[in-house]
């Protein structure tokens, strides 16, 4: 009889601990977003693919409200990003420096890392794991784990002092890494480091616009991964090919891909090819029309979204 | 020992020994992917090529992708979930749309360069000029039975496309991502610290 009240005690508990374990994992990601905008900082890190490793550094500081950080690749020719609070400048070996307007440098952390963790909720789950030593510094383990099998999980080791990342692990749906930012070091400044001073000093190049274009969009999506909605749409010729095509993007806050819709090739592209560090793309031929999808999202989800789109009513 | 294994795959595909070596196949990829390089050899041997090549179609596109140089492998299609496709008759419908012949290009400095830089070293002109239905060619190659040789460059030249083609969008969607920038709702720093 105990036993049975004891059970039933266990069973009425378990979902408020699961709750709080969720409401704590959320307020680490939250302490993250924080971190990663007001603190000043340098992460020594290399980000590892499988067939290759990158070695980075990434310096941001604080200047009153503005922000400036730089990220550099530390092999190879020069790679850099710095940017300037909504402005990012490129500067790449061979191409001449341009800006693009955006509020975080890409190719590191997900955008969401800096903010708007919150509205991923619907989507996906946060889940607290263990602590461990990364960089030397003792780390907790926060999951962010998709409640469908549509899309690929993050894990993320915060550092428990300042809750900056020190490792963020892509993986997918059996668990195998597909890239891994790890974080060799990590210091941390009352203010701005001088060379962040010097940057934010420069002038840099001006802010590539888009034209704004008015554009009906034509299609209809039939499946989407419940919380993917289009962000952008236009019109512009393929890299590369100069082949004409639509363009949409889509997201889920954590997530995106491309979706390319053009005439079909005279050569038909492979139903879908599949990367190393998950990089998919998937294509199906409706008509003359051929539906092109791209992203780092399991192969299965793309496939699914390029074999169910329609023209819009 | 990996070129014993190799011998021991080529004869298996052969048909010319059996046992254990298919589950040790099954067991690591990387005698899977070379299984099916040995098959479609024996396939191109018996002339039973297919259409075209895909298997390598990967790696290529690999060595192309300048910003995520990665490992590519078509995965085999095992679907872990499936859905209905709805079905409509795409055909005709889409049939009624034309995509707009003079669509915007991006005028970026970025772009522009990268777009002058494929076209110098990429081969895509020269296979536009190609006829459609094979290069070419000496008309002593064309006498009948010895044709092994013109299907076999065709796939290689479809397997070529196919792949520029594929990279052509991997390429194109990490340069939009890049184009269209992050967009951060920032938190403000309230109970920071």
């Known amino acids: ?313 | 020992m990996v070129t014993e294994r190799q011998e021991q795959l080529s004869a298996c595909v052969d048909g010319q020994e059996h046992g254990d070596i298919l589950d040790r196949i099954c067991a690591e990829p990387e005698l899977q992917q070379q299984w099916h390089r040995y098959h479609l050899i024996g396939d191109a041997m018996r002339g039973e090529l297919p259409a075209t090549l895909q298997f390598d179609i990967a790696d290529k596109v690999a060595m192309q992708l300048e910003q995520e140089p990665t490992i590519l492998a078509p995965k085999p299609s095992k679907r872990r979930f499936a859905l209905p496709a709805q079905v409509v008759s795409l055909g005709q419908r889409f049939g009624q749309y034309a995509i707009a012949a003079g669509v915007a290009a991006v005028a970026v400095v970025g772009v522009q360069q990268y777009g002058a830089e494929q076209s110098l070293t990429s081969p895509i002109p020269v296979l536009q000029t190609t006829p459609l239905l094979g290069a070419p060619t000496p008309a002593s190659y064309s006498v009948p039975g010895m044709g092994v040789q013109e299907p076999q460059r065709d796939a290689e030249r479809e397997a070529h496309e196919q792949h520029l083609r594929a990279n052509a969008f991997l390429r194109d969607h990490l340069l939009q991502q890049r184009l269209n920038g992050i967009v951060v709702d920032a938190p403000a720093q309230s109970q920071d610290r």
Do not use: C
Not at chain 1, 178 to 186: F, M, S, T
Not at chain 1, 214 to 241: I, K, S
């Open chain 1, 1 to 313: 009889m105990l036993r049975r009240i004891l059970i039933l005690v266990a069973l009425t508990m378990a979902p408020i601990v699961q709750a709080a374990d969720s409401s704590a994992a959320r307020q680490w990601l939250e302490r993250m977003e924080l971190a990663l905008n007001h603190h000043n900082f340098q992460l020594s890190l290399v980000q590892m693919q499988r067939d290759q490793i990158r070695a980075m550094r990434y310096h941001h500081g604080v200047f009153d409200e503005a922000q400036v950080a730089l990220l550099e690749h530390l092999n190879g020719p020069i790679k850099s990003a710095i940017r300037l609070d909504d402005k990012v400048v490129f500067i790449e070996h061979d191409v001449q420096p341009y800006g693009v307007r955006s509020d975080r440098i890409p190719g590191m952390l997900p955008g969401v890392f800096a903010g708007g963790i919150a509205k991923l909720e619907p989507h996906y789950r946060f889940v607290e794991g263990g602590r461990n030593r990364v960089a030397g510094r003792t780390a907790q383990l926060i999951r962010i784990v998709s409640g469908d099998p549509y899309r690929f999980q993050y894990r993320v080791w915060l550092d428990v002092e300042s809750a900056l990342p020190l490792r963020v692990d892509l993986v997918d749906q059996e668990n195998s890494l597909l890239e891994q930012l790890l974080v060799i070091e990590l210091h941390q400044f009352e203010q701005a480091s001088p060379l962040l001073i010097e940057l934010r000093e420069r002038t840099w190049p001006e802010v590539m616009e888009a034209p704004e274009r008015q554009l009906q969009q034509r299609w209809r999506f039939g499946w989407l991964p419940a919380g993917f909605e289009v962000q952008h749409y236009d019109q512009h010729m393929l890299l590369g090919l100069n082949e004409p095509v639509e363009y949409l993007a889509l997201s889920d806050g954590l997530a995106e891909f491309s979706v390319y819709i053009g005439l079909a090739g005279r050569v038909t592209l492979p139903g879908n090819v599949t990367a190393g560090n998950g990089l998919a793309l998937a294509s199906a031929v409706h008509g003359e029309v051929e539906v092109v999808v791209v992203g780092k999202l399991p192969v299965e989800t793309l496939a699914n979204v390029a074999e169910n789109i329609y023209p819009a009513k």
